[in-house]
């Protein structure tokens, strides 16, 4: 199973951006999926997990309200809605799948001016 992050960039304070998590070898389905962050300096934080299934959504409290986890079987691809972001938000997002195993995908950068 491979994981690609896209859709980073910069962007002001108040603006949003769309993560997509392009999943290949297996269906996302199958997997919880998740979203995490690393700001530098910092522990890689939870931002945003998906269940397999039937695809409850659950949030970090930092981003609760502002962010929006989806899926798209048809296209086996996890986005993360981005909105009202903050310089805070400035990190490497990364998309994650479990069944068991995790996996990775790379990072994609996200820079919040001020």
């Known amino acids: 199973v491979q994981l690609q992050a896209s859709g980073g960039g910069l962007v002001q304070a108040g603006g949003s951006l769309r993560l997509s998590c392009a999943v290949s070898?297996?269906?996302?389905?199958?997997?919880?999926m998740a979203w995490f962050r690393q700001a530098p300096g910092k522990e890689r934080e939870f931002v945003s997990f998906?269940?397999?299934?039937?695809?409850?959504?659950y949030y970090g409290d930092s981003v609760k309200g502002r962010f929006t986890i989806s899926r798209d079987v048809a296209k086996n691809t996890v986005y993360l809605q981005m909105n009202s972001l903050k310089s805070e938000d400035t990190a490497v997002y990364y998309c994650?799948?479990?069944?068991?195993?995790?996996?990775w995908g790379k990072g994609t950068q996200v820079t919040v001016s001020s």
């Open positions: 994650r799948g479990s069944r068991g195993k995790i996996y």
């Open positions: 998906i269940r397999l299934g039937e695809g409850r959504t």
């Open positions: 070898g297996d269906t996302i389905s199958r997997y919880g």
